[in-house]
């Protein structure tokens, strides 16, 4: 989840955006966990602008975002997997594009994030994952995106 923190809260542009919405200079991590970047482009009689949600961890609050029913004049043109170290086995956060998860039925946390240069990465120890049956969730493909490969 993000943290908001009211000296990083920007009121000049809040005013100008106005119908709820908050603008923010900063925000913070509550855990370092995944989270994720979604790219979309809203159509309306103006053209064709580019939106942006970051969507933090768990994968279903993802799921539930890209199942929305939503209008013809929203297209979701990309989703990356913001990780941690702990994760992507590296000593950085890396920022790619999502190609496939997959869960544990018996255990929602346990998660498998394929992503688009044939990197996969698990929140639970490889132990662990060897162990467990995952079943593939759900498969993402955008036109930036070479066709998935099975693994």
Same mark, same amino acid.
């Given at each position: 989840m993000f943290v908001t923190d009211?000296?990083?809260?920007?009121p000049f542009a809040t005013r100008l955006f106005g119908d709820g919405r908050n603008i923010w200079r900063a925000v913070s991590l509550a855990t370092h966990n995944e989270w994720f970047? /979604?790219?979309f482009d809203v159509k309306t009689p103006e053209g064709v602008f580019g939106e942006t *949600?970051?969507?933090?961890?768990?994968?279903?609050?993802?799921?539930? *975002? /890209?199942?929305?029913? %939503?209008?013809?004049?929203?297209?979701i043109t990309d989703i990356q997997l913001v990780s941690p170290p702990h994760v992507n086995g590296s000593d950085q956060w890396r920022m790619e594009s999502l190609v496939r998860i997959w869960r544990n039925p018996e255990d929602a946390w346990s998660i498998i994030y394929d992503v688009a240069n044939g990197n996969r990465y698990c929140t639970v120890t490889q132990k662990e994952a060897d162990?467990?049956?995952?079943?593939?969730? %759900?498969? *993402?493909?955008?036109?930036?995106q070479?066709?998935?490969?099975?693994?």
């Open positions: 009211d000296s990083a809260h920007h970047y /979604v790219s *949600f970051l969507i933090s961890k768990p994968a279903d609050d993802l799921l539930s *975002f /890209v199942d929305q029913p %939503r209008e013809d004049a929203i297209t162990k467990a049956e995952f079943e593939l969730c %759900r498969e *993402f493909a955008f036109a930036h070479p066709e998935p490969t099975q693994t």
